[in-house]
């Protein structure tokens, strides 16, 4: 947002307030997001979750974070004691990374880069060695199995997502994440998910509606959830890459791994749903104070992401795990044809198709 | 300019020292981390530059992919280093040799485009210089038309290559059990489950 005319040391405390205040916002929502988790489970089980920190136990996260941090960190005699208290640090750090490009309403964006969306890629695309760095490090057998899994999990379905996004670039015409939302404007069928560009480009929502649901699975193996999370798969590996941690260590990872669902959440609601958009013209709004104008329209990009969040949440709670061959087959052999047809057939709609 | 400034000189450096650290580390695990702490930091110039799709497309395809690759396989390796040490003095001549011209070649070209500027490779007609492009869209511009035969022929050539990795490491072995299924999901009562009448006393042969 702000510009180089200014001084570049204000600049610079300018750009640490943003990142500051933002990581601040995430992490507070991810307690109650983490808390709704809980809930959502609970209740698809049919139990009460936690109910007792605090009124309906919302302060539930908040009493886990103490309880983490006051507990004795355990480093493994044979562990690489660096890289094994690096691999928590770096899953964060780079789960935190990837929201420096997130539009979160008009305007409200820490870094507007013109490859927004491959700069999202590549951060989620290096989660995956905060898992092999924690697994080999930890130097113990289950851990390591965690690991691998997980490094081949995570580049397999890593392909899926590339192509899906280069049926949005191709529908969006820009990398831009700014431009991929301002796109999106207007009624509802703008939305990429119903084709972008509005009724004339209403076929391609027979490419993009699979799209989204491809994009939302590999979002679940990319992320490590359940049902793919074999990385962690406790009824064969104990807890996967994550056994020997304890203590801050474990929650950072832990950490990680939820800033990275909602990433997740945030990226299907920027590409497919409109971002900020509610769905119909904004105009009404034209006279309104601009700070209002935005927060509102966050509000509308907030309520996007708990819904996604709530679905990666009942995709925990009601589908069974996946084997690995299983896993391995839907990403190579069912996911990465599609989506190489999807991009096809986008491309030609957009060149042959007439609309634009 | 002196955030630029301050940036440069700490990516460069940290470039630097990686690169060092990749080849004095003596664990190999460790040397690949550097080896990516080497690329990050040479992704960070290259967006310091202004080539920002350079640099995300170094990180997905260098550190996202190869690089993840690199350590699975480093990882899972038992390499006995005394033993990799002890050809050092050996080979210490042929490396020397190949590492002095590969300096000698990076020199003289630096010096050649640091007095003459960069080799003019005629760019065609699409390439254009506008500042309101997109670098992704300017590389697209012209790799798309100008050099889309060399964009073909090296594709071709990387998709020989990949045919070329599966022939030779696709092995069809017997006896081995695979899921089939369809062949799964279409067994019913009928083809799955044979009930016989047993006599008390006999048991059943077969």
């Given at each position: ?6 001084s ?16 601040v ?16 489970w ?8 936690p ?51 997130i ?10 880069v013109?490859?927004g ?22 130097n113990?057998?289950?851990?390591f ?42 009624w509802?069928?703008n ?15 027979l ?8 994009f ?12 793919f999370?074999?990385p ?18 474990y929650l950072?990872?832990?950490l ?10 945030a ?29 509102v ?20 709670a009601?589908v ?13 052999k ?16 957009r060149?042959y198709?007439?609309?634009? | ?17 990686a ?17 990516i702490t080497?690329?990050?930091?040479a ?7 202004g080539?920002?799709?350079?640099a995300m497309?170094l990180?997905?395809?260098y ?9 699975f ?41 640091a007095?003459?500027?960069a ?12 500042a ?16 889309v ?6 594709g071709?050539?990387?998709l ?11 092995r ?10 369809a062949?799964q ?13 047993i ?6 042969s077969?």
């Open positions: 947002m702000p510009e180089q005319t200014v570049p040391w204000l600049w610079f405390g300018l750009a640490i307030g943003q990142i500051l205040l933002i990581t916002v995430l992490l507070i929502s991810i307690a109650f997001l983490l808390w709704g988790d809980r809930k959502i609970a209740g698809v089980q049919m139990r009460k979750g109910n007792v920190v605090g009124p309906f136990g919302l302060l539930q996260s908040f009493a886990d974070l103490i309880k983490f941090i006051l507990k004795e960190l355990i480093i493994p005699a044979g562990a690489d004691k660096v890289i094994f208290l690096l691999a928590p640090v770096i899953t964060v750090t780079l789960a935190l990374a990837g929201w420096a490009v539009p979160f309403a008009p305007g409200w964006m820490i870094s507007d013109n490859v969306i491959l700069y999202l890629l590549a951060m989620s695309s290096l989660g995956v060695y905060g898992i092999i760095m924690g697994g080999w490090a930890s113990s057998k289950y851990p199995l965690g690991a691998l899994r997980s490094a081949a999990q995570m580049v397999s379905y890593e392909v899926s997502i590339g192509f899906v996004i280069v049926t949005v670039v191709l529908l969006s015409g820009s990398m831009n994440l700014g431009d991929i939302v301002e796109k999106q404007s207007g509802f069928w939305w990429n998910v119903l084709g972008g560009g509005g009724l004339k480009n209403l076929p391609m929502a490419v993009m509606i699979p799209m989204m649901v491809v939302y699975v590999s979002a679940l193996a990319e992320t490590n959830r359940p049902p999370d074999l962690e798969a406790e009824s064969e590996l104990v807890a996967g890459y994550q056994v020997e941690y304890s203590s801050s260590a950072l990872f832990m990680g791994e939820y800033v990275a669902i909602v990433l997740m959440c990226m299907i609601s920027i590409l497919f749903f409109g971002g900020w958009n509610p769905g119909f013209p904004i105009s009404f709004m034209d006279g309104w104070n601009e700070t209002a104008r935005s927060f329209l966050f509000l509308v990009f907030a309520t996007k992401i708990i819904f996604w969040f709530f679905m990666f949440a009942m995709a925990k009601i069974p795990r996946y084997r690995y061959d299983q896993l391995m087959r839907l990403g190579w069912v996911f990465l044809p599609m989506t190489l047809v999807a991009v096809m057939l986008v491309a030609g709609w060149v198709g007439g609309a634009l | 300019m002196i955030l630029q400034a301050i940036a440069f000189y700490l990516m460069a450096s940290v470039t630097i020292l690169g060092l650290a990749v080849v004095f580390a003596r664990n190999p695990v460790h040397s690949v981390l550097f080896l080497a690329f990050f930091s992704a960070g110039l290259f967006v310091l530059m080539a920002e799709f350079l497309l990180v997905v395809v550190v996202g992919a190869v690089a993840v690759l690199f350590l396989v480093v990882m899972m390796l038992d390499v006995d280093f005394t033993q990799l040490r002890e050809g050092f003095s050996r080979y210490l001549p042929i490396g020397g040799a190949v590492a002095g011209l590969l300096t000698l070649e990076m020199i003289v070209v630096a010096t050649t485009v007095s003459q500027g080799a003019s490779a005629s760019p065609g007609p699409n390439a254009s210089a506008g309101d492009v997109t670098n992704a869209e300017a590389i697209g511009r012209v790799l798309y038309t100008d050099y035969y060399f964009f073909q022929a090296a071709l050539v990387l020989v290559a990949m045919i070329g990795a599966i022939v030779l490491t696709l069809h072995k017997p006896g081995v059990k695979r899921q089939n299924i062949a999901t279409a067994r019913t009562p009928a083809t799955g489950m044979t009930i016989v009448d006599k008390p006393g006999e048991g059943i077969e």
